[in-house]
C-alpha cells in the first residue's frame, strides 16, 4: 500500500522487478560465499569468469562479462547497499514507468557502465602496466538510478543519513562531481578499491539514455524554475504550497502510469489476473487519481 508522502519520497513497496533483480543478486552472492568457503581459488575462478575486466572482455573475449558483472558483489557492505539504493530508488521508478521501460534502463545502464569499466581500464593497462584487475557490482546501473530519479524528482528531498535533508537535484550533482574527480584519479593511476569509473559510466549511460533514448518519457514533469523571492514570510509558505501541489502532481502522474498499465492487462487477460498487490496499487491510483473520492473509473 503506498503511504502518504509530506515533502520527500523515497522507496514504497517493492515492485516485480527490484524484487527479481533483488532475488538475483543476492543467490549469486550466496553462491559467492558458498564457493569462498570451499576454496578461495573457486571463488575467484568464478569472480574472473563472470566479474568484468579488460583481459577477459578483450583478451578471452568473455563478451557476456558487461552484463553478468553487475550481478557479483565483493562483499556484505557492497551487496547491501546496492540493494538498498536498488530499492529506494528502483521501486518508484518503476511504478511509473512499468517493468518492461524499468528493466531495460536497468540493464542498458549498466551494460554500458560495464563496457567503460572494460574500455578504460584497457588504457590504463596499456598506459601504467596495471595488474589484471576484475569488477563486480551493479553500482553503474544504480547510479544511473539516481540520476533518472534526480532528473525526473529534482525538487524532492532526501535525508542524508536521516537527518541532513537535500534536494535531489543537489544530491546527484554531488555524487555526480565525486565520481567525476574519482575517475580522472583512476585514470592517473590514483585510485582504491572503489570502481569510480563504473559510477561515472553509470551517470553518464543513464544521462544519454535519459535524453535520447525512447524507452523513458516525461523526465520533467514539473519545472524546477523557482518564484522571486518577495520576504521570509510569504517565501516560506509559497514554497510550501509549490511543493504541496507538486506532490499531488506526482501521485497523479503515478497514478495515471498505474491505471494505464492494470487497464491494459485487465484487457488482455482479464480481472482475475490481477494479483493482490496491483489490485491494492491500481485502488491506490484511483483513490489519488480521482482525489474528490466520487469518480469511478470506466
Not at 563486480?136 to 539516481?146: D, K, M
Not at 498505474?258 to 489490485?279: F, N, P, V, W, Y
Amino acid at each position: 500500500m503506498y503511504q502518504k508522502r509530506v515533502g520527500f519520497s523515497l522507496g514504497g513497496p517493492i515492485t516485480p522487478q527490484v524484487k527479481l533483480l533483488l532475488i538475483i543478486m543476492g543467490s549469486i552472492f550466496l553462491l559467492q560465499l558458498a564457493m569462498g568457503f570451499i576454496s578461495a581459488d573457486l571463488v575467484s575462478w568464478f569472480n574472473s569468469l563472470f566479474g568484468i575486466s579488460h583481459a577477459g572482455v578483450f583478451g578471452k573475449f568473455y563478451i557476456w562479462q558487461p552484463l553478468t558483472y553487475m550481478f557479483l558483489h565483493g562483499g556484505f557492505l557492497h551487496i547491501l547497499f546496492n540493494g538498498l539504493a536498488l530499492w529506494m530508488f528502483g521501486s518508484e521508478l518503476e511504478r511509473l514507468w512499468g517493468e518492461k521501460r524499468f528493466i531495460r534502463y536497468f540493464i542498458l545502464s549498466g551494460v554500458g557502465a560495464g563496457i567503460c569499466i572494460a574500455i578504460v581500464n584497457y588504457l590504463l593497462y596499456a598506459k601504467n602496466g596495471n595488474p589484471f584487475v576484475v569488477t563486480l557490482g551493479a553500482s553503474g546501473a544504480i547510479y544511473a538510478l539516481l540520476l533518472a530519479y534526480g532528473m525526473i524528482w529534482p525538487e524532492r528531498q532526501i535525508y542524508i543519513w536521516g537527518i541532513i535533508p537535500i534536494k535531489m537535484k543537489y544530491f546527484v550533482l554531488i555524487f555526480g562531481l565525486m565520481e567525476f574527480f574519482g575517475t580522472i584519479n583512476s585514470i592517473r593511476g590514483v585510485g582504491g578499491r572503489i570502481s569510480h569509473i563504473a559510477h561515472f559510466g553509470g551517470l553518464v549511460v543513464g544521462f544519454l539514455l535519459m535524453r535520447f533514448g525512447s524507452q523513458v518519457s516525461n523526465p520533467a514533469p514539473f519545472s524546477s524554475r523557482q518564484p522571486h523571492r518577495i520576504n521570509a514570510v510569504s517565501e516560506f509558505f509559497k514554497k510550501k504550497r509549490v511543493e504541496k501541489k507538486r506532490d499531488e502532481i506526482d501521485k497523479r502522474i503515478r497514478a495515471k502510469a498505474i491505471i494505464d498499465r492494470m487497464l491494459e492487462k485487465i484487457a488482455q487477460s482479464g480481472l482475475e489476473s490481477l494479483t493482490a498487490e496491483e489490485r491494492r496499487d491500481l485502488e491506490w491510483a484511483r483513490k489519488n487519481y480521482f482525489p474528490g473520492g466520487s469518480d469511478t473509473i470506466h
